[in-house]
């Protein structure tokens, strides 16, 4: 489609240069009808490569998830459960959601809130791979 457009694009400024030099107001008229098929051609083309982008994406298989305490994936019940007994706050971001340590890389300059750890655990909210908060903070309690 794309590349039909394009040809479309060059009859268009074929006939208006065919227009301009015989001041034809007919083959004018015909170049902006070309042209407007053109631009038509372009946008379902466009439409047509980001619907089979977006099928393309969806067909991929799902990452496994493994069962650690952090890492960008889901938190194991046990690992939520021993999360709800921390005090400590954790960063929350809306894109993508997902709970950091305050000093984390990845932050956005004040694009986070900072909320409980047990809150973030909770509400199922996956925590950062890079900073890992889960297995940071449950590293930090003393052993027994």
């Known amino acids: 489609m794309v590349v039909a457009s394009l040809a479309l694009i060059l009859v268009a400024i074929v006939l208006v240069v065919i227009g301009l030099a015989s001041s034809s107001g007919g083959v004018l008229m015909s170049s902006i009808a070309v ?3 053109a631009a038509a051609a372009l946008f379902a083309g466009v439409r047509q490569t980001a619907a089979s982008r977006r099928m393309a994406r ?3 298989p ?3 998830v493994r069962d650690r305490p952090g890492g960008g994936h889901d938190l194991s019940p046990g690992v939520k459960a021993r999360l709800a007994a921390l005090p400590d706050a954790v960063a929350v971001t809306d894109a993508p ?3 950091h340590l305050p000093n984390c890389a990845r932050l956005p300059p ?3 809130r900072l ?3 047990a809150t973030a655990a909770a509400a199922g ?3 950062c791979h890079s900073c890992d908060p889960a297995a940071a903070l449950l590293a ?3 052993r027994s």
């Open 115 to 117: 909320i409980p750890v």
């Open 140 to 142: 930090s309690l003393p």
């Open 110 to 112: 004040g694009g986070f």
């Open 35 to 37: 042209s407007l098929l």
């Open 125 to 127: 909210i996956r925590p």
């Open 58 to 60: 969806a067909s991929r």
């Open 97 to 99: 959601l997902s709970f």
């Open 62 to 64: 799902a990452t496994p």
